[in-house]
């Protein structure tokens, strides 16, 4: 059982499309962060977020905590190539970094 | 900027067999952490050492053994290789653990696969 699920696993879109990313989760944390992963390569950190109903932008992506500080979405605008990549949540309820499940993303242009 | 540097970057081996990943970071970091990626279940943690000196159980420890060798190193050894350990294996470090804006960096990862 993993403590973040993400949801979808898998996306593929045109680019110019929208798209949002959701990261649920039972337990409630602190903060929230969101990675992106490409091909061969290790996460990098993209932003994190700290306060429940926090909203962060970063250009075309937006970040939101909810409320309950349980769950997390990512949100792109007219998504590019250059988006393409797997999207990771993380979590640190304790002393351990959780890690969602991730979001492959493929934008075709 | 180096970062984080993992070796080897690929390696095979046979049922039974052992072996050493080597981790290294230049920042400075305090504590540093070893994950495991496979398809679908994203980054699961093997073991982390918080500081120099100490090591602890991350959600899936069994099977490997770590050393925290001096404030740059960290090691993750698999003492009897099995193929349920094929998997993509990153090291990661960051200033201070426990923070609330702490970030991770990665290493680039080593491609493991176990015959």
């Known amino acids: 059982t993993q403590l973040l699920e993400q949801s979808p696993q898998f996306l593929s879109i045109q680019e110019g499309e929208n798209l949002t990313v959701y990261c649920n989760s039972s337990s409630v944390f602190s903060s929230l962060q969101w990675y992106r992963q490409e091909p061969g390569e290790g996460p990098v950190l993209l932003v994190t977020v700290v306060t429940g109903g926090e909203v962060k932008k970063l250009k075309r992506l937006t970040f939101q905590f909810g409320d309950a500080r349980k769950d997390s979405s990512l949100h792109i605008t007219a998504a590019q190539p250059g988006d393409t990549g797997l999207y990771l949540c993380a979590g640190a309820p304790g002393n351990q970094f959780y890690f969602g499940t991730g979001t492959s993303l493929t934008v075709i242009p | 900027n180096a970062g984080v540097t993992q070796t080897p970057k690929f390696q095979v081996l046979k049922t039974g067999q052992s072996m050493t990943l080597q981790c290294a970071q230049d920042?400075?970091?305090?504590?540093m952490y070893w994950y495991r990626q496979d398809p679908g279940m994203g980054l699961r943690l093997i073991y982390y050492?918080?500081?120099?000196?100490?090591?602890d159980k991350g959600e899936v420890p069994n099977g490997y053994n770590v050393s925290r060798l001096n404030k740059r190193e960290f090691s993750l050894r698999l003492e009897s290789a099995a193929p349920s350990q094929t998997s993509v294996y990153f090291c990661a470090s960051s200033a201070i653990q426990g923070e609330t804006n702490e970030k991770l960096f990665f290493g680039s990862g080593t491609q493991l696969s176990v015959l």
């Open positions: 050492s918080a500081s120099e000196g100490t090591t």
């Open positions: 920042m400075n970091h305090n504590s």
